[in-house]
């Protein structure tokens, strides 16, 4: 008979070989990115409309800019998974350990096994998730900057029973949100923790308890909150390491203005390819390095 244990497996003094003094991504090149199909209302309607020229551009001028402000591995892309620039979604990283996802649509669960190789090759201890409880990586479970607590999303990808499994991994807290609108079935695409303290998110994504936690958790003056428009050009699907964030170009809307008067150096980058497969910035890039790594900026 199958037993649960409430055990974690990790020991508690877990020294992970990869260690990082720089933030550090990893990302993967739309070689093979297409819409090819729909597993997310993004998709409706563009089945192979990105352009994988434009698409490579995008990308590159994405990952220039990374550069700059972070280290950048690269994964080599396979034909068989259109959606694996979306690399975010394919694991969580912390201290080391790799959390693989398990992807709530077969479409993309081919990505899981050329995930935990590389992690494998580069030294990370791996911690599995049941094909059962389905769970999206970072696309769907996030820590704080401090690296104390999970946030982590059910309702849409995933499951509400791989939180505490994954949050077992790290031993760490984990505060489950419930989302509401298919158009945000990912919590990067509506809940961002950033440096300072801050949390940009987009409340008309959350049921009302989801709302109280947040609210319970960030003050007013640290919250702040999209439109629904802004949401819908994926406002909240940013990268933020420490003072800088790069985000997709928000035509129409103070946000840019807002978050640099709040001290933030925004960067704008074209990423429309991307949108039509239903992400943005974060999702093009998978951290390794723990959160409070920050480059000091
Ligand atoms: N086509 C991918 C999927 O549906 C896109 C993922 C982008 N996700 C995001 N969180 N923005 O899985």
Known sequence: MATTSTTPAVPLDFSPTPHFSRPTFLMCPPQFYDVDYVINPWMAGNLHRPSRDVAFTQWN??????????????????????????????ALVHHGIAAISSFAYAQRQPEEQYLRDWFKEA????????????FEGEGDVLFDPEGKRLWAAHGVRTCLHSHRHVADAWHTEVVS???????????DTCFAPLAGGYLLYYPGAFDVESLRKIEEAYP???RIAVTEQEATHFACNVINIGQNILMHTASNSELPDRLMDLGFDVTQLVLTEFLKGGGSAKSLALRLSDMNVTNGL
């Open 123 to 134: 030294g990370f201890l791996l911690w599995d998730t049941p094909r059962e409880t389905s």
């Open 177 to 187: 949100l419930h989302l509401m609108d298919p158009r945000f079935y990912h919590l």
């Open 220 to 222: 007013v003056e640290k």
């Open 61 to 90: 001028s994405l990952y220039e800019h990374l550069k700059t402000i972070a280290d950048v591995r690269l994964l080599h892309a396979r034909a068989d998974s259109p959606d694996m620039v979306f690399v975010a979604h394919a």
